[in-house]
Structures are given as structure tokens and as C-alpha cells.
């Protein structure tokens, strides 16, 4: 998690113009979905170009590094919405998520084209084209639409067969717990549930996940504080109850330790990006 990048909503719409021949650079955390709505565009990356006609749908991970340009003859009309797998805390399992952040940095997962013709494309267009209805309906679709474009590739729920050992009774555990649900769980109460000692269970558990259970749950509550400090008006104490720390001194030198600033000034820069944004004239135009 990095405090330099811009914290923006993710599962929204958003229209972008680009002039003839300019070019764009996407810099956003996760996921990126571009629908090329009118005109013709190219990604250009390191190991090749890809044209993108009217009405094609360009995927592709933080990690795609690559470069928009709009063609010499006229100007492009994206519309564009990304995804955030961590923010989705209450809703995808552990398992889901650590496969969205793997696959993120698979060369084949991290960039893909849909032609205008497939459904990941022609489904897009239809959501762009009724973007105006209900706000918790449209995000829904879009992420619908998100695991449509990855098909059999996300991870299938474990067979309902019993588990021989700890491990794959975690690993099951995991596959079907929502990420938010961690906050509840208390490391003992996990090794009682797995029929397993503590030291055991932190061994696998940093085998399954590829951190300790502590580093893991950190993860989670601060993902969730920066949710709440960068969308809602509440507290800083409020925040901290809220993400599961019960000392508020503890949770400024957590945060603080991983962003390198306050909670409070975390706060400030995002609504500063924000404001920057509101007032600056860039050369592409983006609205919601």
C-alpha cells in the first residue's frame, strides 16, 4: 500500500476525452477496465503495441505498464471504471483476493484485449450505456462483469470432502471466509477450530497466506481505515474503533508506520488530490 498514489472510488464509471494523437498514461492501483467507446486508440508497452478499434474492452493490472494514445485522425472516448481487490474486504475470500494479486503480475492475466464482439466488450458497453440508474445495482454489474472477463481461471470453492490435516482445513477455512471476517477471528480460537497447537497454526498460516495471521489482520484493518478516512467524514478515534484497534495512539503509530504520515494527514492529501483535480485543466477531459 503506497500514501503517494491517488485513493480514488473504484466500481464507478468514468468518461474520458483524448484529444487527436495525445496520449494518457493510467496510473491507478489494481485492476483497469477501458471501453474505447468512439474512435481508435493503441496501447503501447514495452513488448509490443496493440490497436484498439471502436468498441474494444483493454484489461490490464497495475503491473501492465503501458501508455493510451489516441489516434492522428480523431478524438477517443473511453469509458473506464477500475477495481480494487482489496477494498472488497466483505465480499471476496482470501483466496479470491490473493488470486486477483497474483494474477496481477501473470504476464498472459495482466493485459488482455476483448474484441468487440465477445461478451466481456458488448456487455461493457450496455453497462456504459445505462450508467445513470442505480448506483449499488451498476456496481454489482461492473463486478460481474469483472469475474466474467476471468472465467474458469478464479478459484473454485474446495470439494465438501473432509480435511486430513491443519492445512487443508485452513486452506478450506480461508477459501470461504470473506476477508472482513479475519477482524472477528482471534488467533486461538482459530487453532481450537482446527484442531491444531498455535505454533502450528502459524506456521501454516504463513504457508497458505505469506504472512503471519497479525500481519495479515494489519493489512485488513488498515485497508478498511483508509476506506473510512478517504469516504467518510468520521473521527479519527471513530475511524480507529471502526478498524478494530481499541487504542487510538496505537493505531496513529500503525498507520503512520506503514504510509509514513497520520491518519489525519493521510486524510488532508487525499482531499488535497481531490481539490487538484477539481481545479486543474488537464489535456484529457474525465468525468463521472
Known amino acids: 500500500m503506497n500514501s503517494k498514489r491517488s485513493f480514488e472510488p473504484h466500481l464507478v464509471i468514468k468518461e474520458v476525452a483524448l484529444p487527436a494523437g495525445s496520449e494518457w498514461n493510467p496510473d491507478s492501483n489494481g485492476w483497469s477496465f477501458l471501453h474505447f467507446t468512439r474512435g481508435v486508440g493503441y496501447w503501447l508497452h514495452p513488448k509490443g503495441n496493440h490497436e484498439l478499434a471502436t468498441g474494444s474492452v483493454l484489461l490490464f493490472s497495475q503491473c501492465a505498464q503501458g501508455t493510451i494514445r489516441a489516434s492522428q485522425v480523431g478524438e477517443v472516448i473511453l469509458h473506464c471504471f477500475r477495481l480494487q481487490p482489496e477494498r472488497l474486504m466483505g465480499l471476496v475470500t482470501l483466496s479470491e483476493q490473493q488470486f486477483l494479486q497474483n494474477a496481477a503480475t501473470v504476464e498472459h492475466l495482466a493485459l488482455r484485449v476483448f474484441p468487440p464482439e465477445e461478451p466481456v466488450a458488448s456487455g461493457f458497453r450496455t453497462l456504459c450505456e445505462n450508467s445513470n440508474g442505480n448506483p449499488f445495482s451498476l456496481r ?9 472477463a476471468f472465467g474458469q481461471e478464479l478459484p473454485n470453492q474446495a470439494p465438501n470432502v473432509p480435511a486430513l490435516d491443519a492445512k487443508s482445513r485452513l486452506a478450506r477455512l480461508l477459501s470461504r471466509t470473506p476477508v472482513a471476517e479475519l477482524l472477528d477471528l482471534s488467533f486461538g480460537d482459530l487453532a481450537l477450530e482446527l484442531r491444531c497447537t498455535p505454533r502450528h497454526l502459524s506456521r501454516i498460516f504463513h504457508e497458505v497466506v505469506g504472512m503471519s495471521f497479525r500481519a495479515k489482520q494489519t493489512d485488513v484493518r488498515l485497508v478498511r481505515a483508509q476506506e473510512l478516512l478517504a469516504t467518510t467524514r468520521c473521527k479519527v478515534v471513530e475511524v480507529a474503533l471502526e478498524s478494530g484497534y481499541q487504542s487510538l495512539s496505537l493505531f496513529n503509530a500503525t498507520f503512520k508506520k506503514r504510509f509514513g504520515v ?27
Do not use: I, S
Request: glycine fraction near 8%.
Open 140 to 148: 454489482l454489474r461492473l463486478l460481474a462483469l469483472f469475474t466474467q
Open 262 to 288: 497520520t491518519p489525519g494527514k493521510w486524510r488532508e492529501q487525499v482531499q488535497n488530490q481531490k481539490a487538484g483535480k477539481a481545479n486543474r485543466g488537464p489535456l484529457l477531459a474525465l468525468r463521472t
